[in-house]
């Protein structure tokens, strides 16, 4: 007996784990596989591949809604139905599955013929199986949600168990009609259970594949590759910032993307290059910011509220990197502006003392170091007079003579020179 565990949203990582669980159970040719089952719903092309999966699979499939408390709602609902065996825990419940498209009002037409597919869907199966084909697509026209009582009482389901081993007691010696025409008796009374686990690999990509993860990884990454571009050299956050947004494109390339979405953050980011190029008084940042969180919002265009980008995550998200953005660009532009620290141009603009006659040249003291220096709009000055950096020619000062210059032949004359 092996068991499958899937409380999860219903997308590609789960559909992969299911055909995983169904390819070892018909390894170890195990009497039957036991799928333990709670979802909100998810995604209906990842449903088809896990519905076709157990329907070709070799060893009977028992889909149990379990822990009491849980629930199969739409997309659940459909391997509800698909299963050999169908069974409930106490108090749990499902249905509710009308097809959902978020973000767009669809004509009558359209919805009419997204909500036929999915009824011919369900149809297509549950009838083969002997259940209640009226009242299962009543789950899909009506939204209809049964609790485990009237889910038994409608025959939508094949029994209520309070746990595994009652579950496989009850089952014991059953006839099971699969799904091309066949029959066979399960033996499942005292049958060792099997666990098999999502990998690593499959936890790992379930988690990329929550919409919330993969934007702010995306948003991560984004500022630490606009970091390393702000303090080059340091390698580190540049390749952290890379590896985050690839996990992120990596988890949003398994979910349904809205391409206006996509617009919208290509926009964002075009706005802020131009708030930073050009003074707007903060309007190009507040709408690219505005793009940001909208684009965010909407990104993916998932059919339940658990494959969808959550609105504060949106906010925070937008808001923090339009904010750290314009923080680091403009501690990055006052460096630019700002006075070279180090080297001969470092001293332009400060006051030297004449340590020789400068007639034009001499050499003057600044910052505890002499300099060759020549004197600009003057004849000359003397010794010990107080002259300005105008310049650097090579390793030359250009000075002018300050208000202060003492003249060669005689006593001070403020602001006065030779001619």
């Known amino acids: 007996m092996v068991k499958l565990t899937i409380h999860d949203t219903i997308q590609p990582i789960t559909a992969d784990y299911l055909q995983r669980g169904l390819q070892q159970a018909a390894?170890?040719?195990?009497?039957?596989?036991?799928?333990?089952?709670?979802?909100?719903?998810?995604?209906?092309?990842?449903?088809?591949?896990?519905?076709?999966?157990?329907?070709?699979?070799?060893?009977?499939?028992?889909?149990y809604i379990s822990p009491t408390g849980s629930r199969a709602g739409s997309a659940g609902f459909f391997l509800l139905e698909a299963a050999d065996i169908a069974a409930m825990a106490p108090g749990t419940n499902a249905g509710a599955a009308h097809p959902i498209v978020e973000g767009r009002t669809l004509d009558p037409i359209l919805k009419a013929k997204i909500e036929n597919d999915a009824a011919a869907f369900l149809r297509s199966y549950s009838a083969r199986r002997?259940?209640?084909?009226?009242?299962?697509?009543?789950?899909?026209?009506?939204?209809?949600?049964?609790?485990?009582?009237?889910?038994?009482?409608?025959?939508?389901?094949?029994?209520?168990?309070?746990n595994d081993s009652t579950l496989l007691d009850?089952?014991?010696?059953?006839?099971?009609?699969?799904?091309?025409g066949t029959t066979q008796t399960l033996h499942l009374r005292g049958a060792a259970i099997e666990v098999v686990a999502p990998s690593m690999r499959e936890r790992l990509l379930s988690k990329l594949t929550n919409p919330d993860?993969?934007?702010?990884?995306?948003?991560?990454?984004?500022?630490?590759?606009?970091?390393?571009?702000?303090?080059?050299?340091?390698?580190?956050?540049?390749?952290?910032?890379?590896?985050?947004?690839?996990?992120?494109?990596?988890?949003?390339?398994?979910?349904?993307?809205r391409h206006t979405a996509v617009v919208l953050l290509l926009a964002a980011v075009f706005l802020m290059v131009l708030e930073i190029k050009f003074t707007s008084h903060g309007v190009l940042a507040f709408a690219g910011i505005a793009c940001l969180v909208f684009g965010l919002a909407t990104l993916v265009d998932g059919p339940i509220p658990e494959l969808r980008v959550h609105t504060a995550t949106a906010v925070g998200a937008g808001l923090g990197f339009g904010v750290i953005t314009f923080g680091l660009a403009w501690i990055a532009l006052k460096a630019r502006r700002g006075k070279v620290l180090t080297g001969p141009q470092a001293m332009v603009g400060a006051v030297a003392i004449a340590r020789t006659a400068l007639a034009p040249d001499g050499q003057v003291e600044i910052r505890g170091?002499?300099?060759?220096?020549?004197?600009?709009?003057?004849?000359?000055?003397?010794?010990?007079?107080?002259?300005?950096?105008?310049?650097?020619?090579?390793?030359?000062?250009?000075?002018?003579?300050?208000?202060?210059?003492?003249?060669?032949?005689g006593p001070t004359a403020r602001g006065e020179v030779t001619s």
């Open 27 to 63: 390894k170890v040719h195990a009497q039957a596989v036991l799928v333990s089952l709670g979802t909100p719903g998810g995604l209906l092309e990842s449903t088809r591949v896990m519905v076709q999966a157990i329907e070709n699979s070799s060893v009977p499939v028992i889909v």
């Open 170 to 180: 009850a089952l014991d010696n059953r006839e099971v009609r699969r799904f091309d």
């Open 213 to 257: 993860v993969a934007v702010l990884l995306m948003v991560l990454g984004a500022l630490l590759i606009y970091l390393e571009f702000n303090v080059p050299g340091t390698v580190v956050p540049g390749s952290l910032g890379t590896l985050f947004v690839l996990l992120g494109l990596f988890g949003l390339n398994l979910l349904p993307i």
């Open 130 to 162: 002997g259940r209640n084909v009226e009242a299962a697509e009543d789950a899909i026209r009506n939204s209809k949600s049964y609790s485990d009582e009237e889910a038994l009482k409608l025959k939508l389901v094949d029994l209520v168990a309070t």
């Open 369 to 409: 170091e002499l300099w060759q220096a020549s004197l600009r709009g003057a004849a000359a000055v003397s010794a010990g007079a107080f002259v300005s950096v105008r310049g650097v020619d090579g390793l030359v000062l250009l000075v002018e003579a300050g208000k202060d210059a003492v003249l060669p032949d």
